[in-house]
């Protein structure tokens, strides 16, 4: 199979347990970034290094969205405001200026738990939403016969054969279409790994769960994300943001 244009990466916000749900935070986010590979590695790669370079005074930092909520080690200096103001308007600026598209779902554990007496593990039914509309993503582009490699975090052999295991059964057609998808790849990425493209997803996670959660609260980092998120006839509800139940 030859190479497609794009590669993948992954993140999530939350957690997929359900017999403990934190009453703060009752979601679970999956977030897809799909970039055009010339286009990442000839902007967005650049881009986030010269952030770095300009921030930290070195680029062995990884841009995670809870250090950057909660400033500690060396995100300390976000709690001066001045510098954190800058900080958070260059890395809009970053996240607004990657050419990437956005596939997120959002699974209300709670809603989950009252509809279904046995519910299917929240992680599962995100991916499989996530892989349905990025396979449609790839066959507009018509790449569905190239292969395209997804990255995500490992997180050690267990979980990580779980995770296999569901990706295997989704994408050989254990899906809500039953449609085929040989064209994806799994990869984990070991943690802690310095790729650009895995810290833009672990940003984009959060902000998009708490647009759904909290939808009334001013939400800047989801206003500049959400241009990003693939877009349909009737917008990007069901399209690139699907929410279940």
Do not use: W
């Not at 009752?26 to 799909?34: A, D, E, K, N, R």
Request: aromatic share 12%; charged share 30%; hydrophobic share 35%.
């Amino acid at each position: 199979m030859e190479n497609s244009d794009f590669i993948i990466y992954v993140d999530e916000s939350g957690d997929a347990n359900i017999e403990n749900i934190d009453p703060q935070y009752p979601i679970f986010v999956l977030t897809f970034c799909i970039f055009q590979k010339e286009q990442y590695s000839s902007t967005v790669s650049p881009s986030i290094q010269r952030f770095k370079f300009k921030h930290f005074n070195h680029d062995n930092v990884i841009l995670h969205e809870y250090d950057i909520r909660k400033p500690n080690g060396q995100f300390s200096f976000l709690r001066d405001k001045n510098k954190r103001d800058a900080f958070m308007a260059d890395l809009a600026q970053i996240i607004a200026d990657a050419p990437m598209t956005i596939i997120a779902a959002v699974i209300d554990k709670e809603e989950l738990k009252r509809r279904y007496a046995e519910p299917d593990d929240p992680y599962a039914i995100a991916l499989t939403f996530c892989l349905e509309r990025t396979y449609r993503f790839m066959t507009e582009e018509k790449q569905e016969d190239r292969q395209t490699f997804i990255l995500t975090e490992g997180r050690g052999k267990t979980e990580n054969d779980a995770l296999e295991l569901a990706f295997r059964r989704i994408v050989d057609g254990g899906n809500y279409d039953g449609t085929r998808m040989p064209c994806f790849k799994l990869m984990f990425a070991a943690k802690g790994v310095n790729l650009g493209g895995m810290q833009l997803a672990d940003l984009t996670a959060r902000p998009i769960g708490l647009s759904v959660l909290r939808p009334g609260q001013p939400n800047r980092a989801y206003d500049t994300i959400k241009p990003k998120i693939r877009r349909g006839p009737r917008g990007i509800t069901g399209f690139g943001l699907k929410v279940f139940p």
